[in-house]
């Protein structure tokens, strides 16, 4: 499977705003080729209570709906 990175940056370049607006940011870090994103939460996102919520329901979210071949999202 070749899901293509640039695609996955301009997923989370939707999301950088939001996380910015409180400290934060996000980088993708590699894509496995079981589909499966790795990315980094960094700023204040990095130590927040609310960090893995952030990943599910905005990250996550928002790579899949922009790029469907990827199964999973994970913050390392």
């Known amino acids: 499977m070749n899901i293509e990175k640039d695609k996955i940056?301009?997923?989370?370049?939707?999301?950088r705003p939001?996380?910015?607006a409180d400290g934060g940011n996000v980088e993708l870090v590699d894509v496995d080729e079981d589909g499966t994103v790795k990315v980094r939460l960094t700023g204040?996102?990095?130590g927040c209570a609310m960090a893995e919520m952030?990943?599910?329901?905005?990250?996550e979210k928002?790579?899949?709906?922009?790029?469907?071949?990827?199964?999973?999202?994970v913050s390392v």
Request: net charge positive.
């Open 18 to 20: 939001f996380l910015a």
């Open 62 to 73: 928002t790579i899949k709906a922009e790029v469907p071949a990827v199964k999973a999202v």
């Open 9 to 15: 940056e301009s997923a989370l370049g939707k999301i």
């Open 44 to 46: 204040a996102c990095g």
């Open 54 to 59: 952030t990943l599910r329901n905005a990250v």
